[in-house]
């Protein structure tokens, strides 16, 4: 089965929650060091999505403008730009930037005949009239568009917002902030929803958090259970070495099992990214056994090190849930932490 890509959405916005203003000019809101943040976010990306609005206001080249990301877009065997993605219903001009700047591919959906004059120019998809946003992405997911960022304008975040196609943000959950040349850099995330199975389990893993050792690090629990849902092993932090995390505790019960082709980590905490006590993250021992899904409930806060479990699991192909409305059990059995 074709998946849609993931959706993430980028806006500059006022602080008083404002996209532009009514005057003829384009309010840029945004300074030289988001400009890198957004060309971060372009690289990583597999397409950018604006609305025709856009095309026709801003002009925009839509190009990923570091030589240092493109140079690694294409070592990880991507091409040097990611495609362009447009809709509209009444047409484009073909001489607009969007199309005659860069060497990408170049997409828009439109209405049967609305877009004509641009098919020398770029491939023009029938996506119903009105354009449908759900045939849209699943038209981009039989084209191998993995991750999609969708750079607006604000109709187009609205579209998505309200019809639940965005992955970051729905809900609007806040994970990190940062300021920056004073302004703030907000990254959301949504959280995918959790089946009964995934809520007990995970249950099961903070449970098994009281059975830590007194530590000076978190207390974690994990629970990896096998494609049907049957448990494969359990552990917890300090289990077996003062220093062992809950899921390399629970793997090392497991290692070589055929199962983990199919399983499923369920932990209490974010899995680690990095560490200084063994030289392989619980991120990195996740992915080198092979599980496809993991499940938890609490993002690791800063407390030690900035962590990118999640990202880095996404990254791979991993599908990773989030489960927030847990974070206050994991949270008590961490009391002894300040975070």
Request: aromatic residues 4%; hydrophobic residues 40%.
């Amino acid at each position: 089965m074709i998946s849609r890509p993931h959706v993430l959405l980028s806006a500059a916005q006022s602080l008083d929650g404002y996209l532009d203003d009514t005057s003829p000019e384009r309010l840029v809101l945004s300074t030289e060091d988001d400009f890198a943040v957004v060309d971060r976010l372009r690289a990583e990306a597999d397409a950018i999505f604006v609305g025709a609005g856009t095309v026709r206001a801003d002009n925009p080249r839509l190009l990923v403008r570091s030589p240092e990301l493109r140079r690694q877009r294409l070592e990880q065997g991507k091409p040097e730009q990611p495609v362009k993605v447009t809709v509209t219903t009444r047409g484009l001009d073909p001489d607009a930037r969007f199309f005659t700047v860069g060497d990408s591919e170049k997409i828009v959906y439109a209405p049967p005949g609305a877009a004509d004059e641009l098919k020398g120019v770029a491939t023009v998809v029938d996506a119903g009239s009105p354009p449908d946003f759900g045939r849209v992405l699943d038209d981009l997911g039989q084209r191998g568009i993995r991750k999609l960022l969708v750079e607006g304008g604000g109709g187009i975040h609205t579209r998505f917002l309200t019809e639940g196609l965005a992955d970051e943000p729905r809900p609007l959950t806040l994970t990190s902030a940062r300021e920056l040349q004073g302004m703030a850099i907000l990254e959301y995330r949504a959280a995918a929803e959790p089946d009964g199975a995934d809520v007990r389990r995970l249950k099961e893993a903070i449970a098994l958090a009281a059975e830590c050792p007194p530590s000076h690090t978190f207390r974690v629990g994990a629970v990896i259970t096998d494609a049907g849902g049957e448990v494969i092993a359990t552990g917890h932090s300090g289990e077996g070495d003062p220093t062992n995390h809950a899921e390399e505790a629970a793997l090392a019960k497991c290692a070589g099992d055929p199962r983990l082709a199919g399983a499923t980590m369920y932990s209490s905490l974010e899995p680690c990214s990095n560490r200084s006590s063994h030289p392989r993250s619980c991120t990195q021992l996740i992915l080198d056994a092979g599980i496809p899904r993991v499940v938890f409930a609490w993002r690791e806060p800063p407390v030690f090190v900035d962590a990118r479990g999640t990202e880095l699991l996404r990254e791979a192909g991993r599908h990773v849930v989030e489960v927030p409305a847990l974070t206050p059990e994991v949270q008590r059995e961490n009391t002894h932490l300040e975070f």
